[in-house]
Every structure is written in structure tokens, then in C-alpha cells.
């Protein structure tokens, strides 16, 4: 079945995704390692067959229930940032949506932690995840805004739904001297903010203009 995906069609080719790499540079993606991994992880798979086609362009596509996969220069960006402060053993994501950031961010980090609150996206992301044989990613089926204080502190956190303001028991979840990058504001007004813990400092730093899923409150 895998094989199949990988092998059967053209749109894996490695000048489609050498094109998108090259993009991502153009756009000012410098760190080597978050490039090689947006090669070698098969976009193709974290979305449905029929927009396969469409998967190594640079843009945000439909997963269905009214989400988007993100467009890769923003995972790439997001990663890169994160990975500024030295190696990552934990990592949590809110909003696993495919599950292409949670993989994209496990090459590159100890274990993703994955939070969700639609459990149909959090079902085929696990098996996503079984077939392409990633066996450091953690997912639970829950609304995101409490984080999972279980597996905490951690040295990233990633959000991927944007909430009007940071959530509280995120910043208490960020261990001393991590990273947290979350988009925050309104539909339409949201800025891409990367924070930064210093002991009992959160040092906040607008990075650029984004448009995300807002994050809901509440289960499912
Ligand atoms: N990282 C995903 C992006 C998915 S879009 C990817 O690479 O495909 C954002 C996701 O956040 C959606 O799946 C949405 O259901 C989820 N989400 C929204 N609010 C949430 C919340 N409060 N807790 C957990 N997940 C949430």
C-alpha cells in the first residue's frame, strides 16, 4: 500500500521536491537539516490521493473538517526557529491536523508530543505515522489549550492553530531557556510569534504575518 504511494507516481520525483527546496532557500530557509527533511518526508501521503498532485507546491491545502495542512515554508520556518536554541528532546505541537509537522519536527527532535481535537485527522495521522515508521510521536485526542503537563517541561512548543492570546499553561509548560512558536490574533490578523522562556521571563518577538485554523476551545 505504502510502497505503492511512494513509488507509483511521478510527483515524488526527487527534482519535484528539489524544487521545493529550492524555493524554501529563496525564501530565506537557511538551516540545512529542516531542507533535507522537507526533501526526504513524503508530503504526498499527509494529504488525500486526489490532491497528491499538489503536494510539493509551496501552499496550504485542505485535510478535510474544515482544516489545512500547513504550506511547507511556514512548517520549515517554524522548525528552523525552534531549532535555534540547540537540540530539542521534547517537543509538543498543538493542533496535529496530517501530521506532516509533527513528522517533520520528529526528524529533527527526541519525541513529539501531538495534542487533537478532531479525532478522524488524529486517527489517519497515527497511521500515517505507523506506515512511514515514526515511532517518536506521541498523539492524544483533546483540546490543546491545557498542553499535556504530563510529559512536560518541553523544549518547543509548536501551535499550529492560532489562539487570540498565548495560552497560560503553555508558557508554564516551556522549560527554562525553550523555544514556544505560536501564531496569535484574530482570523485575518494573526502574527507568527516566537517566545522565548528565561526563567520567569517570556520574551516576546513578532516574526511575520500568517494566516492559521483558529484554535477552539473544547473537545469534540
Ligand atoms: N500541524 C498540522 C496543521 C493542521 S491545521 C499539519 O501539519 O497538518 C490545525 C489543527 O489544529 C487542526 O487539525 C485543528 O483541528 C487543530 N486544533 C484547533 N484547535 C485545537 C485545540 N484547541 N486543540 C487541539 N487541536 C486543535
Given at each position: 500500500m505504502v510502497n505503492r504511494h511512494i513509488h507509483g507516481?511521478?510527483?515524488t520525483s526527487q527534482?519535484?521536491?528539489?524544487r521545493l527546496v529550492e524555493r524554501l532557500r529563496q525564501e530565506g530557509i537557511h538551516?540545512?537539516?529542516v531542507l533535507?527533511?522537507?526533501r526526504d518526508v513524503p508530503r504526498h501521503l499527509f494529504v488525500d490521493e486526489?490532491?497528491?498532485s499538489r503536494a510539493y507546491e509551496d501552499t496550504a491545502l485542505p485535510i478535510g473538517h474544515g482544516q489545512t495542512i500547513s504550506q511547507p515554508y511556514i512548517v520549515a520556518r517554524m522548525t528552523e526557529v525552534l531549532l535555534e536554541s540547540g537540540p530539542l528532546d521534547k517537543v509538543l505541537e498543538i493542533g496535529t491536523g496530517s501530521g506532516y509537522q509533527a513528522a517533520v519536527m520528529a526528524a529533527l527532535a527526541g519525541t513529539v508530543f501531538s495534542v487533537e481535537r478532531i479525532k478522524p485527522l488524529l486517527d489517519q495521522a497515527?497511521?500515517?505515522f505507523r506506515e512511514l515508521g515514526f515511532k517518536n510521536i506521541r498523539l492524544k485526542l483533546?483540546?490543546?489549550h491545557p498542553g499535556w503537563p504530563a510529559n512536560g517541561p518541553y523544549d518547543a512548543i509548536i501551535a499550529t492553530a492560532a489562539p487570540e492570546k498565548v495560552p497560560a499553561d503553555l508558557l508554564v509548560q516551556l522549560a527554562d531557556g525553550g523555544r514556544m512558536v505560536i501564531p496569535i490574533g484574530p482570523q485575518?490578523?494573526?502574527?507568527l510569534t516566537l517566545i522565548q522562556r528565561n526563567g520567569d521571563e517570556f520574551l516576546q518577538q513578532p516574526l511575520e504575518a500568517v494566516s492559521f485554523v483558529p484554535m477552539i476551545y473544547g473537545g469534540r
Open positions: 507516481i511521478g510527483m527534482r519535484t521536491r528539489s538551516n540545512e537539516a533535507a527533511v522537507v486526489a490532491l497528491a497515527r497511521q500515517r483533546d483540546d490543546g485575518g490578523r494573526q502574527m
